[in-house]
C-alpha cells in the first residue's frame, strides 16, 4: 500500500523524517525532493565494476547548467531522509520526465531503514539546462509486511553527498 501525503506529513519525525522539509513540496501521495547545486561526472569513458572510477564534480550555477545526451550525471537531493519500518521510492517527476530527462536509471528503489541523501542517476536524451534547487523527483512510501532487517549498508547508509558505485568493494569482500 502506498501512503498519502496526509499520511506521509502525519508520520513526520516518527517513521519518516525529512530534512529540510517544506509542506509546499507535499503531493497527494509522494513528497517532492530538490536537486543539489553539484553533480558529479565519471571521468574515463570505460567503467570498471572491479574498480574505482575516477569522478569530477561540477557545480550547477544559478543560471543553469547544460547536460549533454549519452552522459550519466549523478546528482543528488537537497533532502536528507530516514525512513523506518516503510519502504521509500523515488520517482522522476512527470513534467522532469516529459523534457527527456531521467532521474534515476536503475535505482528507485529504496531500503527500509534507509538514511541519507538520494543519489540520482541522471541521464538526458536530448541537451537540457538544469538548474539547482529544482523539485526534480518524488519520494513515496509502500508499506511492508513481515518481518525485515532494516538496511544498513556499509557502502550508501548515512551518506553525506553524492556517492559514485561502490560496487567494486563487493569484489574486495569477495576475496
Not at 151 to 156: E, G, I, L, M, T
Request: include cysteine.
Amino acid at each position: 500500500m502506498i501512503l498519502s501525503g496526509k499520511e506521509i506529513e502525519k508520520r513526520l519525525g516518527k517513521d519518516i523524517f525529512i530534512e529540510p522539509f517544506s509542506k509546499r513540496q507535499l503531493n497527494p501521495n509522494s513528497y517532492n525532493l530538490r536537486l543539489h547545486n553539484e553533480l558529479l561526472v565519471y571521468t574515463t569513458p570505460l567503467l570498471d565494476m572491479r574498480r574505482p572510477n575516477p569522478t569530477e564534480r561540477l557545480v550547477i550555477p544559478q543560471e543553469g547548467l547544460l547536460l549533454e545526451p549519452g552522459r550519466l550525471y549523478l546528482g543528488r537531493t537537497v533532502e536528507y531522509t530516514r525512513t523506518y519500518n516503510l519502504v521509500p521510492m523515488l520517482e522522476g517527476r512527470s513534467s522532469v520526465g516529459r523534457l527527456g530527462l531521467f532521474i534515476h536509471v536503475t535505482a528507485g528503489f529504496g531500503d527500509v531503514g534507509f538514511e541519507g541523501y538520494w543519489t540520482l542517476e541522471m541521464f538526458c536524451i536530448q541537451p537540457i539546462k538544469i538548474y539547482p534547487g529544482v523539485e526534480i523527483c518524488q519520494i513515496y512510501y509502500h508499506t511492508i509486511e513481515g518481518d525485515y532487517e532494516p538496511y544498513r549498508s556499509r557502502k550508501y547508509q548515512k551518506n553525506a553527498g553524492i556517492q559514485p558505485s561502490l560496487l567494486y568493494t563487493e569484489f574486495e569482500e569477495m576475496r
